[in-house]
């Protein structure tokens, strides 16, 4: 075994961990067939020269092209994870816990289609009053969130049902049961929801190799980005087959980790709750600080003081915000990128995305419009004395989504982009280049009432002489599958 670490070191600490075995069998010419087996997946094979024989050792491939599918296929996962969301109608019963569901029927659909003689008797003067007082006066309609959350709940059963007749032992855990305890247990987490049920999964997730597969439970509200296709959905039993079959892509998205230093360094983060109950199916909320900071838990003590460091334990797989906490007021800091001297800055706050990301925010912060392309168009126009088509539609909306896909880039790439949003004052480096590209990016705050918001989800503290790194491992990576069609 001494020369088999020789031409896989990589396979040692999975090998000594307890996570992988190997069986050797001797071939002709004095090759040998190496079977490896590692928990969670298939086995694979791959063909070893003795050492002795090996010319150039530093021409031996890599673990990674060494190893390959053979005999079966390349995801056999024994244990699945599933995490759920919770719809909307789910949210409004826990709100509105005082209420039966009787109440909340007869509360909905009287403000919608009447009362069914035989069904229900009318409503008590209270239950009116609570009607006006919640769903009503916000103008929610009772009827289609119990659609929609007969929808997901459909597909959330499908997916469970199906794992399970895969003989894939199955847990079905919702936000508050994500524990890391759940997530150590599986080998593969799936999560039916949104995006932003697949971002809560993804925050958790240390491993490079435990994948994060996203079924999107109600494709008809919204698209899915990380998700598979939608699809898939109602056809999740050969998804899964495709996927036991080794039928698709491994697909690493790239994520950021955030190195915070300062005062309020350790400071648990603040979970934004009313975003998350107004629009849950855009919305995720970690529970981070609820699982790590029980309230019987003995404190552990931090480092204090300016001098105070660590690296978040959540990665950022879409996006951070810097800025004030009121959007409303100006945002000061210093920025420096990929090691240039700070500068200093006043804007709207400032974004940094991923490759993943760059298709969200970043994007609806840095897209144009075709009215904005065709004014531009006019200018030139005017400017150049040239006859440009600015009356050509087809040619507006041509150049305008050419503009747009350029801000998006390969999610598998350690790059990350930023944007500095709305900036009050130029005359400093990044006057003609209020956004770009970086590798790494120190931020410095400024403000005294301001935050560090990770994938819309955690917020922390970024006041007054906070330093914030942002930096892309590839061991931060995060697994996940694609479809080649």
């Known amino acids: 075994m001494k020369n088999i670490w020789k031409v896989f070191p990589a396979l040692r600490k999975t090998y000594q961990s307890g996570h992988a075995s190997f069986q050797l069998k001797e071939g002709s010419g004095g090759v040998w067939k190496v079977s490896v087996h590692v928990v969670g997946f298939s086995s694979r094979s791959a063909m070893y020269a003795p050492a002795s024989s090996v010319v150039d050792p530093s021409a031996a491939r890599s673990p990674s092209s060494e190893l390959r599918t053979v005999d079966g296929p390349a995801f056999a996962p024994k244990r699945a994870l599933v995490l759920t969301k919770f719809s909307r109608y789910e949210f409004e019963k826990r709100r509105h816990?005082?209420?039966?569901?009787?109440?909340?029927?007869?509360?909905?659909?009287?403000?919608?289609?009447?009362?069914?003689?035989?069904?229900?008797?009318?409503?008590?003067?209270?239950?009116?009053?609570?009607?006006?007082?919640?769903?009503?006066?916000?103008?929610?309609?009772?009827?289609?969130?119990?659609?929609?959350?007969?929808?997901?709940?459909?597909?959330?059963?499908?997916?469970?049902?199906?794992?399970?007749?895969?003989?894939?032992?199955?847990?079905?855990v919702d936000r508050f049961e994500y524990t890391d305890a759940n997530i150590d247990w599986a080998d593969v987490i799936f999560t039916t929801g949104g995006d932003g049920t697949f971002l809560m999964a993804a925050s958790k997730i240390h491993s490079k190799n435990k994948p994060v597969i996203g079924i999107n439970s109600d494709p008809s509200r919204s698209i899915g980005y990380l998700c598979l296709p939608g699809h898939c959905t109602e056809n999740f039993p050969l998804a899964l087959e495709r996927l036991l079959t080794g039928k698709f892509q491994w697909m690493w998205r790239q994520r950021m980790r955030v190195t915070l230093k300062g005062e309020h360094a350790f400071d648990p983060p603040v979970e934004l709750h009313d975003q998350q109950l107004q629009y849950p199916e855009y919305r995720f909320l970690d529970c981070w600080q609820e699982q790590h900071l029980r309230r019987d838990s003995t404190p552990t003590p931090h480092p204090t003081g300016d001098d105070a460091s660590r690296v978040l334990p959540v990665r950022s797989l879409n996006e951070v915000f810097v800025g004030e906490t009121l959007s409303s007021r100006v945002s000061y800091y210093e920025l420096s990128i990929d090691g240039s001297p700070r500068v200093k800055l006043k804007s709207s706050g400032l974004t940094v995305c991923t490759g993943t990301g760059s298709t969200s925010w970043s994007f609806n912060i840095n897209k144009v419009t075709p009215q904005c392309v065709q004014r531009i168009l006019d200018i030139v126009s005017v400017e150049t004395g040239m006859a440009f088509p600015t009356k050509d539609q087809q040619l507006i909306e041509k150049i305008t989504t050419k503009f747009n896909n350029s801000l998006i880039f390969d999610p598998s790439k350690c790059l990350m982009a930023y944007t500095i949003r709305d900036p009050v004052v130029f005359g400093t480096d990044f006057s003609s280049k209020p956004r770009g590209f970086a590798k790494r990016i120190e931020v410095k705050s400024r403000m005294f009432d301001a935050c560090l918001v990770i994938d819309g989800g955690l917020s922390f503290v970024f006041n007054d002489g906070a330093t914030a790194i942002f930096e892309m491992h590839e061991d931060d990576a995060l697994r996940t599958v694609q479809f080649a069609d």
Not at 112 to 123: I, L, T, Y
Not at 149 to 172: A, D, W
């Open 97 to 172: 816990a005082d209420l039966t569901e009787e109440e909340l029927v007869k509360d909905r659909n009287s403000s919608v289609s009447g009362f069914q003689e035989g069904v229900f008797d009318a409503p008590s003067p209270t239950c009116i009053r609570k009607r006006k007082d919640k769903l009503e006066a916000r103008g929610s309609d009772y009827n289609s969130l119990l659609h929609h959350h007969k929808i997901h709940t459909k597909n959330r059963e499908l997916v469970v049902n199906t794992l399970k007749q895969k003989g894939i032992e199955t847990r079905l």
